[in-house]
Each structure stands twice: as C-alpha cells, then as structure tokens.
C-alpha cells in the first residue's frame, strides 16, 4: 500500500519511519531543496545557522521516538547539558542565569524574592505532575472525542483548566523577573500565558526539570537523524517536490500532481500547513472555512536574523532572552492589535559559544529572533529598522561594540514563511494551545469530506514546537495503521 507524504518537518519524517516499519510503501514529498521543513539549515562564508528550532527541550520525547525504533538518539547525534541553560537581561545592569539543576535554580529565585525558593519547588512539583499527565498519556491521543481528556488524573486537575498560567505565576510570585522566567516557556506554546491554560505549566518542568540541551552541530542533526532512521527503513524522499493538487476519485485521495506530474498513491498524509493542504482540493471538499481559520488564535511570526561576527561574544550564554522591554505590552502587539511592536522583546542564540561547528575560529554565529504578529507588512525597510534597534539594545545591555563586527547577515520574516512553507499568514508555530483550541477541539488528523486524507503537524494535534511534532506523526501513523490494515 502506497502512501505519499507532504512536506518533510519533524512531524511527517515522524510519521514516514512508523508507517515504514508498519510495512507500508512510503515516499515524502518536500517542495524546498533540503528537507526538514521549518527545521532547515543555513550554511554561508563559513557560518552555520539554525533556520527555524533551536532549543532542545523535552530530550525524553526525542529518546522515546527512536526507541521506537530500538534505537537511541546517542546513535545519531550528541547532545551535551547546557549549563546555565540560559541568561535573561532585564537591564543593562540587570540580568539572571538559569542554572542547569533545580537546586541552583531555587536558590537564584530566593535570593531575588524572599521565600520564593520553598514555592518554587513546590510550582515544580506540581508541573512535573502535569507533565507526566500530559506526556505519559493525553498529549498521545488523537483528538477525536472530549473523553479522551477525561481521566482519573485529570478529574483532578478540572480547575486548572479555567486557571491561567499568568494568574497562577503572579499569585504566587510578586517579582515581575520572577514572573517573565516563568511565563516565557509558555510562548513554546504559541499564547500569552494569561490566555493558556494552568495545566500546561508542564512547560516549566520541561525548563527547569528536564533542563535544555544542545545537539552537537545544531537542531538540523535531528533532522538529519530521523532522515537516515527514515531511509534505512525504506522511505523514499524526493526534494524540489511541489505538490500542485490532491487527486480524488469519488471522494477519495488517490494521488498527488508534483510537480505536473501524476503520482498514484493509496493515501495521503499531509504534514504541510493545515491549511495551505486543503487548498489542494476543490472547495467543497475543504474541512475548515477561510472564516473558520480567520477566527482562529495562530502562535505568532517571527524575524529572525542570522548573523556572523568576526569576534567572540561577551556577556553572553548559548541561549539569551532580552526582557528589558514590556512584555505584556509586546504580547498585547502580538494578539490584540496586530502591529509591529515598539519595543519588542527578542531572543539570540549563539551556538558557536557551545558548538565550534558554527563559526570560524575567533567568530560567532548568531540567531535574533522577534516574535511577531501574523500577516504583518514585511518589507526591508522594516527588517532593517528592527535589526538596528535590536543590535543597539543588545550592545547596551552587554556592553560591548558588535556592530562593526558583522561580517554577514541574512533574515526571514513573514513573506518567507509564506513562500518558503506555505504557512498560513505566515505563522511560525501553529496554532496556539489556547483552552478552546486543545485537544478535540484542534483541526482532526483525518478528513471528514475526503477519504484517505490524513494530516499532521503543529496545526493539528497536539501542537506547536519539535517534541509535540514528534508525537503528532506518531498519532497520524497510528491512526492511518489502524484504519487500513495492510
């Protein structure tokens, strides 16, 4: 049985070695010259970047993926503990290490705000609870039915389900530092904390319990990895792939047009945008509505800069979060009024600091990322603007001249989500994981109207960021697997 699969993120190579190994006949279809959709990297004048992803979290989703597989992502690819796991600056003279171990980490909190170490532990253990809860069952269910939420351990948890996480970090923590360390992880999530639910405080366990990491050589290992899984299983892979148009046969996928020409295939699996996938097909045989997507809260964009300095970076760790803005004020910008933002919060990574495979010797490989609204006006002009007024910041709040360092430097914002991934307004993680967008409630893995059509990826369940993309392929395989029994 033949099944041809769209696009080649985490997501659909998930999906692509469950079905191999189920003994199905598996080829994956990727528009873009290289695969791992948005996970792709960037190789120039002697730097290597991280397109999309490049936190390591969760590493016992990524260990139970291929152990799956009776292998183990030692098999593939190193990963070393980052310690501290990252910096964040609230000020030029203002800024607070994440350690690598709980222990450090309440006591960085205590000696910021007395007594907040004992109630941090105890945030922690209750993540850790929901952690276990989500990952050691809901996050592995389909999304078919409300029951599949309702179990013993989340009878339990109900009133966290209509708690916020900002509700719940400021009542307990009266430090705004404090505060922004604890809600950031929640825009892994795609959402303001003041719009997600309690219960995905799990993402704090994920933080400060499972710790971050870093493969060596970066994110695209992974990909990397799950491709040679992939292809020793079987897969077969064609890159500068379009798919044009979803074939029907009386209501049933039985093939793909890529790239004008006729491929015949038992079913389809999409792990393209949700959307971009549906317009694949006739209207009528279209799920969700254009309105129906509009009114739907999407994780934001991004601009992301690459960048190559001819020196090394000070003042700085792997991973940096720049809060010295106002951060309900730029997530106000994000989700309410829709604009450019003022005085955005921004994020850098400089992997070579860790990674030697990154930049020359002496030189430093940066990534700047802005979160961003979706479907803003994206031109130069603007790229530019905002690349100057971070680059001052960071100077300012580092202390250090870089800028007549940067010997090379390229961006992505939203036009190139567009083009390069058909994202849907040029969203960069999906939809977020708000209460009326989880589980059931999120578009299903398997078409009503068309039959044979499968998707997964972060426009489904369940949701944003490479471990949920992992789980989602397994869902969609499982699901395919039951279903049409070889």
């Known amino acids: 049985m033949k099944i041809a699969i769209i696009g080649s993120g985490f997501s659909s190579l998930a999906a692509a070695s469950y079905l191999a190994k189920a003994g199905y006949n598996v080829t994956v279809y990727e528009k873009n010259s290289t695969l791992g959709g948005r996970a792709r990297q960037l190789k120039s004048d002697g730097f290597t970047f991280d397109i999309g992803p490049t936190w390591y979290w969760m590493p016992d989703v990524f260990d139970a993926f291929f152990n799956d597989f009776g292998k183990k992502s030692s098999d593939y690819y190193q990963l070393e503990r980052l310690s501290p796991a990252y910096k964040v600056y609230f000020s030029e003279n203002d800024s607070v290490e994440i350690s690598d171990n709980l222990e450090a980490i309440v006591n960085t909190f205590e000696s910021i705000e007395k007594g907040s170490g004992k109630k941090l532990q105890s945030f922690i253990n209750e993540a850790k609870n929901n952690y276990e809860i989500a990952i050691k069952d809901l996050v592995y269910r389909p999304g078919d039915s409300l029951f599949e939420l309702i179990t013993f351990e989340t009878a339990k948890k109900i009133t966290q389900f209509f708690s916020t996480i900002s509700r719940d970090v400021e009542s307990k923590f009266n430090d705004y530092r404090l505060q922004q360390i604890l809600e950031f992880p929640v825009l892994f999530l795609g959402a303001k904390p003041s719009n997600t639910p309690s219960f995905y405080n799990f993402m704090n366990y994920a933080d400060f319990g499972l710790g971050t990491w870093h493969p060596k050589g970066g994110m695209y290992k992974v990909v990397e990895a799950m ?28 093939g793909l047009i890529v790239n004008g020409k006729k491929i015949d295939a038992d079913i389809v699996l999409s792990g393209a945008d949700y959307h971009f996938t549906e317009t694949l097909l006739e209207e009528s045989k279209r799920q969700y509505s254009e309105k129906y997507w509009d009114k739907k809260t999407f994780a934001p964009s991004s601009l992301l800069f690459y960048v190559g300095f001819d020196k090394k970076i000070q003042n700085c760790n792997h991973h940096v979060l720049f809060f010295d803005a106002e951060f309900k004020q730029h997530a106000k910008e994000i989700y309410d009024t829709k604009k450019w933002p003022e005085n955005p919060l921004f994020y850098a990574s400089f992997p070579s600091l ?3 495979t990154f930049a020359p010797d002496g030189m430093e490989a940066a990534t700047f990322l802005i979160p961003l609204a979706i479907d803003l006006e994206d031109t130069p002009e603007i790229r530019k603007k905002y690349f100057d007024l971070i680059i001052d910041r960071f100077e300012k709040l580092t202390h250090q001249k870089v800028r007549e360092n940067i010997i090379y430097q390229s961006s992505f914002c939203v036009n190139d989500f567009k083009n390069d991934y058909n994202s849907y307004k040029g969203n960069a993680y999906g939809l ?20 044979k059509l499968y998707f997964t990826g972060q426009l489904t369940v369940p949701g944003p960021g490479v471990p949920p993309s992992l789980i989602s392929g397994k869902i969609a395989s499982e699901k395919i697997i039951k279903e049409n029994k070889l």
């Open 354 to 356: 860790t990674d030697n």
């Open 227 to 254: 491709h040679q899984l992939a292809t020793e299983l079987g897969v077969q892979f064609e890159v500068n792939a379009n798919v044009e148009k979803i074939i029907l046969s009386q209501d049933k996928a039985t």
């Open 432 to 451: 977020a994981n708000i209460l009326t967008q989880t589980a059931f409630l999120r578009p299903k893995i398997k078409s009503r109207k068309v039959e």
